[in-house]
């Protein structure tokens, strides 16, 4: 006879005079009031958005329901392509305008409002001519502990790797890796797997394709995967690929190419990195194809900026093949785009302003929740929370 596993249920004050209730194992940050509890806004997640006329954009994001809040801004670089969260504690910008060459720009977030509070030393110089773009994070959501090794950010720039450790004392300031930077071809975008494994970038070199690189879990330090770069397509000419995202399993890379509005696909293997085309790849998408994001849920979504629209896929967990969404593509205008890390909203920063779209678990179709928040527009978004 099989266990009975009792159903719990949690009740607790927020400190508003109202009770939660909650299907255990729960917290605060997913509970929802009843339909008669009077609760508070809480922001214990935020959207920033780095756009090209320096300031920080920041969105209190109410969770779950995934509604933004009215934005506050704080000073940026004049122009940053690449934004991304640590801890839910740091935020870093790369900042390709910084006196005497590229560097990152750091901050600590503050957790009951999303203000930034530069971190001391910041920006952190990346040495010599430098032009930093894209970032991304392994062990980004890690607990922090100073017998953990990292977690470690990564730069895309000019021909190079950028890899930077963030310091597990709580301050978030950063240092080189030993050997850093890493020889790579010419990246704008890149991306880590869920694992923390493997460094993917879009490689603009000719004739375009995706450079892989193992991460040393102790020192942050990347080594070429066998056979990187993996070409995209036999193409003589340069495809100039876009944005690159890994889906949530961990199993496949996508990038867009935008000069033929397609989206190619790579299964990963898991012990090497090694890539291999999904078959039937690439997929169509939409004049312009760019900026990219995944959902937990197995979906992918991805801007069309030629043609103002946002094309939506179900990926097969098994192949990583993509298929069209019901109604894809959407009338969608968006620029840029990031997810929560898994109350399913996608969060879009285009002509009307920011956006936020509640993702169908079962089909994936987005429905946009509340109206646009207008401001000045974004180059880089990114997530911050739970």
Excluded at 48 to 66: D, E, H, K
Excluded at 338 to 365: C, E, K, R
Aim: charged content about 5%; overall charge negative.
């Amino acid at each position: 006879m099989p266990k009975l596993i009792p159903i719990v249920l949690l009740m607790f004050s927020l400190g508003c005079g109202t009770t939660h209730v909650c299907n255990a194992p729960s917290d605060a940050s997913t509970c929802t009031c009843g339909s008669n509890s009077a609760c508070p806004a809480e922001f214990n997640s935020y959207i920033y958005a780095a756009g090209t006329n320096s300031p920080i954009t920041i969105f209190p994001l109410v969770a779950p329901v995934g509604t933004l809040e009215t934005p506050t801004m704080s000073t940026g670089p004049a122009a940053s392509p690449g934004i991304a969260a640590v801890y839910e504690s740091f935020l870093y910008a790369s900042n390709p305008q910084a006196a005497g060459g590229g560097a990152i720009d750091a901050w600590t977030i503050n957790s009951n409002t999303g203000a930034l509070v530069p971190i001391p030393g910041s920006p952190f110089s990346l040495g010599g001519v430098t032009s930093p773009a894209g970032l991304a994070v392994a062990d980004g959501n890690a607990v922090i502990a100073q017998d953990v090794p990292g977690p470690f950010l990564y730069v895309a720039d000019a021909g190079k790797i950028d890899a930077l450790q963030v310091a597990n004392n709580g301050t978030g300031t950063l240092t080189a890796v030993p050997g850093s930077p890493f020889t790579t071809g010419t990246n704008l975008y890149l991306t880590v797997d869920p694992m923390s494994r493997f460094v993917f970038a879009a490689d603009e070199d000719p004739p375009g394709g995706v450079l892989a690189l193992a991460i040393n879990s102790s020192t942050g330090a990347l080594t070429p995967v066998p056979g990187s770069p993996f070409p995209i397509s036999n193409s003589s000419g340069s495809l100039h690929p876009g944005q690159i995202v890994v889906d949530g399993s961990g199993s496949f890379v996508y990038v867009t190419v935008p000069s033929t509005g397609q989206i190619a696909a790579f299964a990963i293997s898991p012990s090497s990195g090694v890539l291999t085309t999904v078959p039937d790849a690439p997929f169509t998408a939409g004049s312009g194809a760019f900026a990219m994001a995944t959902t937990p849920g197995g979906f992918l979504y991805v801007s069309n900026n030629g043609a103002g629209t946002l094309s939506g896929y179900s990926i097969n967990p098994t192949t990583g093949a993509l298929t069209q969404l019901a109604g894809s593509p959407f009338p969608i205008q968006a620029t840029t785009l990031t997810t929560d890390s898994g109350y399913g909203h996608l969060y879009a920063s285009g002509p009307s302003g920011m956006m936020v779209f509640n993702i169908d678990s079962s089909t994936g179709v987005p429905t946009q929740v509340g109206p646009a928040i207008a401001f000045a527009g974004s180059i880089a978004l990114a997530y911050a929370g739970p």
